[in-house]
Each structure stands twice: as structure tokens, then as C-alpha cells.
């Protein structure tokens, strides 16, 4: 940028007329005066680089000039009034468009300027900006420092130049030195002719002494060579080198892989839609085709041109040189970072263009191709999202193995530096569209397609098996039997929960889902969730007993279909509790979400979108917060990095609270804060609620002409702000029969409603007392409380009194009425005065359990009518939502810290003692307490520890007496008690790498140890047996149990079962394995293929994808996957912020290894058998098992 400019008058005038004339942008604009903060009204012509302002539009002479090389131009926010003046002109500065040119030279001041329209704002910083000529100014700095880095390489390279010739020179002088040795031992040599002729004539014994001392020499030489190399295999810088070197042969393996799976992509998918479109009719345009496979085919051309030069060093072995190949690599990453940052908004356009029925059928036909293997385009396009985290561990790997004065170290640390400093941003790209790429992956299984899996918007939140329950009409429980196979069979169905539906699909042999044509996909915005039977329902009540309160319910009303009923049915009370406890918090957010904007829009004035939006710590990054673009379930975008206040405060935050951050929390608190902190914060919320929303969205939330009473409050010192009020009761975790406990949802509006009116009724039946945790009075009888309408017709409703005291009504409108009033159900006395209350008010009161009346210390009038109502109410929901969760699906942070039980029950105590607190708030808080107070939570489930007790059995089975289909239960029962017994805890941090992993993950290291002895045992039973034939039965029976194990969702006990079979030990006995029929090897094979770990164990993730729990995976395919995540990104970043964005790929798979912990097997423990499979006594250790193979099989001669 120049320091000046000289210029005369007459030339300034010549380019004011040009201005004028030709100007870029011409237009009225108002100045902001120096001397004052007033505003002048200036005409404003930019020409070129230089910006004229006149007087008017008709001036000739410019009133001043502004150079505008090297300036900037960014939104300025309104100034500060300093008097209110009338209401338009209020509005009309509001309107207002502020902007500011800040200039590069020292002294002058910024130019503030202001325009009317928006529009017309931006115009006009666009065209400044293209005037300060800032790209080349900054094309100019890229062009210095390749300028700069080309004058060192060729200062390097006379350096090197000067260097090669001084080595010249050294050797022209070791030549010379060299030829003079030659020529003075030629001369010696001539010397010695006379004595060796001498010594032909000597005695034949000497040459015989001479010969074998000679013999003598040469063999002690060899011995002594012998003897270095072994020392030197066995030394660690061999083991060192022969590490290093099998690190790179499985680098240009998984290398060669990736490449042909990019080679697929471009040729089967990218060059096939690039034709397609280019059709007459084509399914798909080019524009969105460059979108999804953005840099695709330059990115395999790149790794082309790696793998050849991979294979090219693999010829030159054993000297491997890598350094240089990551250094063609390097300068290419701004590809890899093009195609990161457009990821997500593929994936996004892909799942537009499958809205498009020719295009997903086209699609669908590629990915039918063998060469895809059944993967789907999702995972494909996931595959470069990878590649260099794996670059990143095969370098960590191999600096492990080189010493650090080898010649190529230095630049194998500069080329992990740069690949981990690309991994961060690739890792918070694979974070966000995890869900995006689980949601296609769905879709893509269920035949009949789902539409609503094509939004973006749509979090998963779990999925399992489930016995749906037939019923008949009125949503009666048909006389069934939980035994009955054909209720099993017939029944069972694959549940998906998402944050808005819940979809119920059918599994067929082949492993596709179908939706059921009724109630396969449910809307949870008009759904109802029954956690326990009715008890004034005789046939609720028996089927209770029958499935041992084991159902719940889901009660569906559409608005434009009639009611129905779908009841379900879970393997065990802990998958009940999962299953409720997250159908209710998705459905209290969707309530909370709609309400609150009830409550917003009429009370307040304020949208709720708007609200969110004015609070800039939702959205805008800061030094303590940093935001990813995809939004939550709350349609709040999610966190990437954050400090642990903000996290709390997101837990604590009133507003909205999303499932998918609840549960990522929960799973992952210990990571960076303690149980302690997280329980400290709820606490406060419940007895301070008002901390926990922000300033500016309290203000806007009282920012009301209706009522300003309680504006005056917020300082907390008046008495009504001491109170706490309730919430919905959360669902409760006891193990035992309760009362009903039903949340009512409809935020649709009826097509032929005239009105709108808010129907906000809630029912609960009978209370039973709770005088055993509180020592207030029990709930009143039951009844129920209905907010109507005045102008409504009330003549259907007074004609049925009993339909409106036991059957609920949800709310059917958004929209509410000014004026409601309170109607006492039938049987007590009607209050004859009226309260005309808000809709805010109408809220608390539908949320508050309407049907026990109202609570003793204030009359309804001054509850309807308090405003912090809401807050109260809305906080107490939350801790009470967090509890819930936190003590039903994480109970193992109770049972281990003893510390924490007895915090959180003496805040339960505490809430208990309220005197204000509603009667059903009452109920729910005792049965948290009473879940949380008891030892044994009635688990029913085998462990360890008590079938190695019930193994001492006086008679003990063989293998030969024992059936295959007995071993594969058994293993299977064995296994999945081992793999269910690992608490969640253990998968954070890597444990099991460390040198203290039994102390710090036991469970797992169990695991580890479980799996061994039973591949040993498999092992040493084989070679047990001395003939061929006997071993080749034995082998022959493995395999079946292995295939049983296949057919039970035992993939860990089939993995134990083909390692033990591929143990060198026996997998050398060519004449037993001679004796195998081919069907059995065929089988073998299938099941290997089956669980290989060839891509990550595609093929075993995608067979897990497709089956029914129960299963047992193999956790070692877990543990890849956490380490893998461990190794690309730190816990922290360098600000000290937690790695949110880490969390949440962690939680996803501590998700799904729960999922499979939490489905138990229906599988009889057979205590001889077990006693059998735990024998340690059996297990030859692995030297004996090679040994006793080379006695069955020596070795052939040479």
C-alpha cells in the first residue's frame, strides 16, 4: 500500500466528474460529523479506488475526498439515543443501516456512514471493499512469501552445490592417496616373489598343519560372525527395524485398500451421475453433483501417485525411505481440507436428491454393483474423512521404531504435525454429521424408505428389539401370554426413537425393515407415554401381572385419524426405564419447545426463535465457547469447544434442553469435571432458578403489558420467589407396581376449530401416599382440572361429567384464548368468581398436574396469576429430568461413589419437605428417592462371580458328552455376562493402554482374559486327542458351535473360536486339516469373512446393523474405534476449552455398546456345562501347544 499521493486540483475535479459520471455506486448517504455526534446528509460517489462526497446531487465541486487502498469496511451497531423520542421515530432509526471504513494510516479517523435500506448498506460495503483492493493487497503477501521461500531454495541450494564440490575435492585427494598405496604395495609385492617360491618346497605336513589351522581360523570367524548377527536379531534396534518395516508393509496394504475404494467412488458413482446428468431427463444436476463429490477424483489421483511410490520403496527394501513421499503429500492437504469443510453439506444435498424417486432408484442400482459389497455412497464419501487420522497413527507408530538420529526423523515429526493439525478439523467434521450419516443409513434399510429421515433437523436417540402386544378395540390388552412363542415371534419389532418419531418396523430374513402399515411411524408431538397400567383397569391390571410390569403404552391421537393404542413390551425392567426415560424427555422437549412459545409470543411479545436468536451465547463463539453449524434437536447450534461453566450452564439452561447434549454429558462429565460439580449446579438451579437463565432473556421474557408486577422480584428477596413449584413428573424408575403416570402432548391444531381454544387437561388416577419420605399430608382423591374457554359451547362437555373426569384431553391448539377461567370438576364446590389469567399462567397450570387441585400455601388466583410461575415450575422440571435420567441409566456412578448417593438423596429429602410442593411433583420426586435408596435394584441377571460358584458340581462333563448346541448357549450366555458387566466409565481415557489398565480398567482387562481362555480352551482341546481322525471331529464340532454362536448374535464367541483355529499351533496340522470335509471349511471361511478385520470390520458392523438384540460384539472393534479417537484429538484444546465435539463421537459408541449390554439372552445357565467351559485346569498354555503340534507333526526335512 502507498504512503502517499500527490495529486493537483484540477486532476481531483476531472476525477469528481468521472465519479459523477461513471461512478461504481452512486448515492445519498448520511456522514457522521467530527466535531459532533451529528449526522449530515452527503451525496457519495465511488470511483475506482477513491470516494467523492458533495453536497448534492446536482453539485459540481466534491466537498472532500476519501483514498480507500488498504481500508476495511464492517457493520457498525446502532448508536446509543440519548432521549426517547416518539414511537415512529423510534422505529425508523431502528431501520437504520450503520456501517464504518476504518483506514490503514496512523492518525486518521474512521469514516461512519448510514443508509436507510439494508440492502442498499450492503451494496454499498461490497463495493468499498472491491475498492480497498484488499485481495491483491493479500495476493500480493502470498506472491512476497513464495517470492521468499523460492530465494532460500535457491540459497539452499548453492549451500548444497558448495558443499558437493568441497566433497569433490576430498575425494580427488583420497584418490591420489590411494593410487600411492597401490604402487608402494605392488612393490612389496615384488619383494615376497623370491620367499613364496622358497616355500613350494616345503614339507608336505607343514601344508597339512598350515591347511587346518587355516580351517581352524575360518571356523572360529564364522562362529564369531555367527554369534554377532544373533546377537544383533535379538538386540532391540532389530526388533526396532523389524517393527518399523511391518508398519510399513500394512501401510501400503490398508493404502492400496483405500485406493481402490476411492477408485469405486469416482468410477462408480461420480463419472455414472456426471452422465446422468448430462441426460435429457436427469435425475440429478451437475451443480449438486460437483457438491457431493467435491475434489473426489483430484484426491484419488493423489493417492495414486502415493501408492506407486510406496510400492516403489517396498522394491528397494530393506532400505525404507518415507520422509520424501509425505512430502509430496504435504503441500497437497488444502484438498483434504476442501473436502472436510464441504462434508456435511454433501451429505445434506444427497439427502435432498433421494427426496427425487429416479435418482434414488439410479442410486440404488450403483450401490447393487459387487464391487460396492453392500456399502452404501454415505460410506464412501465418509472413507477420506479417515485416511489422515490414519496417516497420523501409522507416523506416531513408526516414530516409535526410528531413532532419533536417524536421517529421515526430522521430517516424519513435521509431516505428523501438520496431518494432526488438519485431523482437528477433520475430527469436528466427522462429529457433526455422525447423526446425518446414522439417519441415511437407516433410511437405506428400511425398504419402504422414510421421508422423515431426510431432515437434517432429526437426532437419533436409540434403537432395539420390542414385542409389540396386539390389541383390540378401545386399546384393551387382548389375553396374551408373555411365554407364548407366537407373541414372541410374531410380536417382535425394531424400534427406532428420534428426538420427533418414533418408528416401529419388521425385520425379514434378509435383514431389511418394513414399517408397519399402521403405526409404523408415530409422531411423538401426538403421542402419550403410559409408563405402568392403569390400576382402576381390571384388564390393564392383569396384564400387568402377566408381563410382570414390563409394558408401557404410547397413545396416539392424530388429528385427522381416530385414536389408537400401541403397547410394548420390554426384555427387562432396565431396557424399560432406558426406552420411557428417553420417549418422555423427547416428548418434554417438544412440549417445552411449543408451550414456551405459547408463552413467549402471547405473554411477551417475543418469539422464541427470536428470543434464541437475540441472546448472542447461543450462537456467537466467544473466548470461552466455539460453535459447529449443525443444529440440535432444539434447533440450537451444537457446541464445539467449550469451557466447563458453559457446559454446566447449557445443562442448567431453562429454555431448552436437547437429549443428544443430555446424554453426551452424562456419559462423559468424568472426563472433565466431577459428579460432585455437576450435582452442585443442580442444586443451585432448583433453589435459584432465576441464575440460570440469561439477563437479556429475562428480560424479554417479562418484557409484557399484561402484568408488570413482578419485575420488582428478581432480586430474589420476595417470599414468592423462596417457592419452589413443580413440573411433570418425570417417569419413575421404581421397580415396583405404581400409579399411572401419563404425559398428554398435542401441539396441532384441529382443522375445524372455530376458536382455537387451549384444551389443557391432565389426568392421573389415585395417589398412593408417600408418608414414608415426606411428612406431608397424602394427595388428595383424584381429580382433574379443565382450562376452557368462555365462548366456547360447553353443552357436550356438562352433558358428559364422568368422560371429563377420567378421560384426558391434551391441548389442541397453540394458539390460546386472552380469557380462561378455572372449572372444578364435578364434585366439589364450584368457586363462582372467575380469574382471568394469561397464557403463561395457562401453561403452569396445564404442567402442574391440574388434576390434585391446588397446592396448600396460595389460592389459585395468586398462582394463575404469578408470572415466575414458569421459572419455578421449568426448573424444578429440569433438575428433577436430569435426576431422572442420571439415576436410571447411570446408576453405576451411584453404586460406586457412595459420596454422591447420599448428596442427591438429601436434595430429594429436600424437595420432599417443601410444603408448596403439588401432590404428583410429590410422587414422582419419592419414587427417584426410592430407586436411588434401594441396594438392589431387583437385578435378576447372572454374574460371574455366581456361576463360577454354581460350577462346583460333583460330576464334571467332556466335550465328547456335551452337544455343540449346549456349548455355543452356554459360551454365549458366558460371554455376555462378561461383556455386560463393564461399566462405561472404563471406556473413557484409554485405560486399557495404560500401564496401570488392571487397576484402572478391570473389567475390560476380564473381558481380555475371558476371551483367551476360551480360544486356549478351544485350542488345547483340539490337541488333546492323538489321532487324525479324532482331531478332524473335533475341529469339525468348533466350527458348528462357531456357526451356533453366528445364528445367537455371538460374533465375540465366533471370533474366539476361528482365532483358536488359526493359531500357528494348529493351523500347521496339514494332515488333520486334510481330514476336514469341505463343507466345514467353507463354513470356516464364511465366518472369518464375517468378522475379519479388514476395513475397520466393515463387514461386522454391518452384520450388527442388521440383527436383532441380543448380540455380543467383539469390544475389541469398540476399543479400535475409542482409540482411534483418543490418538487424532486432545481432550483439551490449547485455550484450556473441553473438545465437545470429542464427547459426542465418545458417547455415540458408549451408546451403542449399552445398547447391546442392556438386552439380555432368554438362555437357561447349565451348570455343567459352564463348569466345563471355566475349567483352567483344561488350558495348555501356547509354548506346550507348539511343542505337543511338533510331536503330532514334525516338521519335514529340508
Not at 384388564?539 to 388429528?559: A, N, T, Y
Not at 418484557?703 to 413440573?727: I, Y
Amino acid at each position: 500500500m502507498q504512503k502517499s499521493v500527490r495529486y493537483n486540483e484540477g486532476h481531483a475535479l476531472y476525477l469528481a466528474f468521472l465519479a459523477r459520471k461513471e461512478g461504481t455506486k452512486r448515492g445519498f448517504l448520511s456522514k457522521k460529523a467530527t466535531e459532533a455526534s451529528r449526522w449530515h446528509e452527503k451525496w457519495f460517489a465511488l470511483y475506482q479506488n477513491v470516494l467523492f462526497y458533495f453536497e448534492g446531487e446536482q453539485s459540481c465541486r466534491p466537498a472532500g475526498m476519501y483514498l480507500l487502498e488498504g481500508c476495511s469496511c464492517e457493520r457498525a451497531l446502532a448508536p446509543p439515543r440519548a432521549g426517547a423520542g416518539p414511537g415512529g421515530a423510534r422505529d425508523a432509526l431502528d431501520k437504520q443501516y450503520y456501517f464504518t471504513v476504518l483506514f490503514g494510516h496512523e492518525g486518521q479517523k474512521p469514516l461512519e456512514l448510514r443508509c436507510e435500506e439494508e440492502q442498499d448498506g450492503k451494496e454499498w460495503m461490497e463495493a468499498i471493499h472491491q475498492a480497498s483492493y484488499a485481495d491483491i493487497l493479500i495476493e500480493r503477501e502470498v506472491l512476497m512469501q513464495k517470492y521468499i521461500h523460492l530465494v532460500q531454495i535457491v540459497e539452499t541450494e548453492k549451500i548444497a552445490a558448495n558443499q558437493l564440490r568441497h566433497q569433490l575435492e576430498d575425494q580427488d585427494t583420497e584418490i591420489e592417496r590411494l593410487k600411492s598405496e597401490i604402487i608402494a604395495l605392488n612393490k612389496t609385492k615384488e619383494r615376497m616373489r623370491p620367499y613364496q617360491s622358497n616355500q613350494e618346497d616345503e614339507d608336505p605336513d607343514i601344508k597339512k598343519i598350515k591347511k587346518v589351522q587355516s580351517f581352524m581360523r575360518g571356523w572360529l570367524c564364522r562362529r564369531k560372525w555367527k554369534t554377532i548377527v544373533q546377537d544383533y536379531i535379538c538386540s532391540p534396534h532389530a526388533e526396532s527395524m523389524r517393527k518399523r518395516n511391518q508398519i510399513v508393509f500394512t501401510m501400503v496394504e490398508a493404502e492400496s485398500e483405500y485406493v481402490h475404494q476411492l477408485y469405486i467412488l469416482v468410477n462408480g458413482f461420480l463419472r455414472p451421475l456426471r452422465m446422468a446428468a448430462s441426460s435429457k431427463k436427469p435425475p440429478i444436476s451437475h451443480d449438486d453433483v460437483s457438491s457431493i463429490f467435491l475434489n473426489s477424483e483430484t484426491i484419488m489421483f493423489l493417492h495414486e501417485i502415493f501408492h506407486q511410490g510406496l510400492k516403489a520403496r517396498i522394491a528397494n527394501w530393506p532400505t525404507l525411505i518415507l520422509a520424501d513421499l509425505f512430502d509430496i503429500l504435504l503441500p497437497m492437504l488444502n484438498i483434504y481440507q476442501e473436502f472436510v469443510r464441504n462434508h456435511q453439506y454433501s451429505l445434506q444435498v444427497l439427502a435432498n436428491c433421494k427426496q427425487n424417486r429416479d435418482f434414488d432408484k439410479l442410486l440404488k442400482q450403483y450401490e447393487a454393483n459387487p464391487a460396492c459389497e453392500g456399502r452404501m455412497l454415505e460410506t464412501f464419501l465418509t472413507y477420506p474423512m479417515f485416511q489422515i487420522p490414519r496417516y497420523i497413527i501409522t507416523l506416531h507408530e513408526l516414530l516409535a521404531h526410528t531413532p532419533h538420529e536417524h536421517v529421515e526423523r526430522k521430517s516424519l515429526e513435521f509431516a505428523k504435525s501438520k496431518l494432526e493439525e488438519l485431523s482437528r478439523v477433520m475430527h469436528d467434521e466427522v462429529s457433526d454429521t455422525e447423526n446425518i450419516r446414522k439417519n441415511l443409513a437407516i433410511e437405506r434399510m428400511i425398504v419402504e424408505g422414510c421421508d422423515i429421515l431426510l431432515d437434517t433437523s432429526q437426532t437419533f436417540i436409540r434403537q432395539g428389539s420390542l414385542i409389540q402386544v396386539p390389541s383390540v378395540e378401545r386399546g384393551k390388552l387382548s389375553k396374551v401370554r408373555l411365554g407364548s412363542l407366537s407373541l414372541k415371534k410374531e410380536g417382535e419389532r425394531q424400534c427406532f426413537l428420534f428426538t420427533k418419531h418414533f418408528l416401529i418396523c419388521t425385520r425379514s430374513s434378509g435383514g431389511k425393515l418394513h414399517l408397519l402399515k399402521t403405526g409404523g411411524v408415530l409422531s411423538l408431538i401426538e403421542c402419550t407415554l403410559v409408563e405402568e397400567p392403569d390400576t382402576s383397569d381390571d384388564d390393564s391390571k392383569g396384564s400387568g401381572q402377566v408381563f410382570g410390569h414390563l409394558d408401557f403404552k404410547i397413545v396416539v391421537e392424530p388429528p385427522d385419524a381416530a385414536p389408537f393404542t400401541v403397547v410394548l413390551l420390554a426384555p427387562s425392567r432396565q431396557e424399560k426405564a432406558a426406552w420411557t426415560s428417553d420417549i418422555s424427555q423427547c416428548v418434554d422437549n417438544i412440549r417445552c419447545n411449543g408451550l414456551m412459545t405459547i408463552v413467549f409470543e402471547e405473554n411477551s411479545k417475543v418469539s422464541v426463535p427470536h428470543m434464541i436468536k437475540s441472546d448472542a451465547r447461543l450462537h456467537k463463539d466467544d473466548t470461552d465457547i466455539c460453535f459447529s453449524k449443525t443444529l440440535n434437536s432444539c434447533k440450537v447450534p451444537q457446541i464445539r469447544y467449550a469451557s466447563v461453566e458453559r457446559l454446566l450452564e447449557r445443562l442448567t439452561d431453562l429454555r431448552f434442553l436437547s437429549i443428544d447434549f443430555l446424554n453426551t454429558f452424562l456419559h462423559t462429565y468424568r472426563i472433565f469435571t466431577t459428579a460432585a460439580v455437576v450435582l452442585g449446579k443442580l442444586s443451585d438451579i432448583y433453589k435459584r432458578p432465576f441464575t440460570s437463565i440469561p439477563v437479556r432473556s429475562l428480560e424479554l421474557f417479562f418484557a409484557t403489558s399484561q402484568n408488570s408486577r413482578g419485575e420488582h422480584l428478581v432480586d430474589g428477596k420476595s417470599p414468592r420467589l423462596c417457592r419452589k413449584f413443580s413440573s411433570p413428573p418425570p417417569l419413575a424408575v421404581s421397580r415396583t407396581s405404581s400409579p399411572v403416570r401419563a404425559r398428554k402432548l398435542s401441539l396441532t391444531s384441529p382443522l375445524n376449530s372455530r376458536i382455537g381454544a387451549l384444551d389443557l387437561t391432565t389426568c392421573s388416577a389415585s395417589s398412593s401416599p408417600t408418608t414414608t419420605h415426606s411428612p406431608a399430608a397424602s394427595p388428595p382423591p383424584h381429580t382433574a382440572a379443565v382450562l376452557e374457554s368462555a365462548p366456547v359451547d360447553r353443552a357436550g362437555v356438562e352433558s358428559s361429567p364422568a368422560a371429563d373426569a377420567t378421560e384426558p384431553s391434551p391441548c389442541r391448539s397453540p394458539s390460546t384464548p386472552r380469557h380462561l377461567r378455572y372449572r372444578q370438576p364435578v364434585g366439589q364446590t364450584a368457586d363462582n368468581s372467575h380469574c382471568s389469567v394469561s397464557p403463561a399462567s395457562a401453561f403452569a397450570i396445564a404442567t402442574a398436574a391440574a388434576g390434585h387441585g391446588s397446592p396448600p400455601g396460595f389460592n389459585n388466583t395468586e398462582r394463575t396469576c404469578d408470572k415466575e410461575f414458569i421459572i419455578r415450575r421449568t426448573a424444578t422440571n429440569r433438575v428433577l429430568n436430569v435426576l431422572r435420567h442420571w439415576v436410571s441409566k447411570h446408576a453405576q456412578d451411584f453404586e460406586l461413589n457412595n459420596e454422591l448417593k447420599m448428596n442427591v438423596l438429601n436434595l430429594l429429602e429436600e424437595v420432599l419437605r417443601d410444603p408448596d410442593l403439588l401432590p404428583q411433583e410429590r410422587k414422582a420426586t419419592a419414587n427417584i428417592l426410592r430407586a436411588l435408596s434401594q441396594d438392589d435394584q431387583d437385578d435378576i441377571h447372572l454374574k460371574l462371580e455366581d456361576v463360577i460358584q454354581l460350577t462346583d458340581c460333583p460330576k464334571a462333563e467332556c466335550f465328547e458328552t456335551l452337544s455343540a448346541m449346549e456349548l455355543a448357549e452356554q459360551i454365549t450366555l458366558l460371554d455376555h455376562i462378561v461383556f455386560r458387566s463393564i461399566p462405561y466409565e472404563e471406556f473413557l481415557g484409554q485405560g486399557w493402554m495404560k500401564l496401570d489398565k488392571n487397576e484402572r480398567t478391570p473389567y475390560i482387562m476380564k473381558t481380555s482374559q475371558h476371551f483367551n481362555d476360551m480360544s486356549n480352551l478351544v485350542a488345547s482341546q483340539i490337541m488333546n486327542y492323538a489321532d487324525v481322525s479324532s482331531r478332524a471331529n473335533a475341529i469339525e464340532k468348533w466350527v458348528a458351535v462357531a456357526d451356533i454362536c453366528r445364528c445367537l448374535h455371538n460374533y465375540n464367541g465366533v471370533l474366539e473360536i476361528t482365532s483358536a483355529l488359526n493359531r500357528s499351533a494348529i493351523y500347521r496340522l496339514k494332515k488333520t486339516w486334510a481330514k476336514v470335509s469341505k463343507q466345514t471349511k467353507a463354513l470356516m471361511d464364511k465366518l472369518q469373512k464375517t468378522i475379519s478385520s479388514e476395513g475397520r470390520f466393515k463387514n461386522l458392523r454391518e452384520t450388527l446393523k442388521n440383527c436383532n438384540p441380543p448380540a455380543v460384539p467383539y469390544l475389541g472393534m469398540y476399543l479400535t474405534d475409542l482409540a482411534f479417537i483418543e490418538e487424532g484429538t486432545p481432550n483439551f484444546t490449547e485455550e484450556g476449552l473441553v473438545n465437545f465435539s470429542k464427547m459426542r463421537m465418545i458417547s455415540h459408541i458408549i451408546r451403542e455398546i449399552r445398547q447391546f449390554q442392556q438386552t439380555s439372552y432368554r438362555i437357561d445357565h447349565q451348570p455343567k456345562v459352564t463348569q466345563y467351559l471355566l475349567d483352567k485346569a483344561l488350558i495348555i498354555d501356547e509354548d506346550t501347544l507348539y511343542e505337543l503340534s511338533l510331536k503330532i507333526e514334525p516338521r519335514l526335512p529340508a
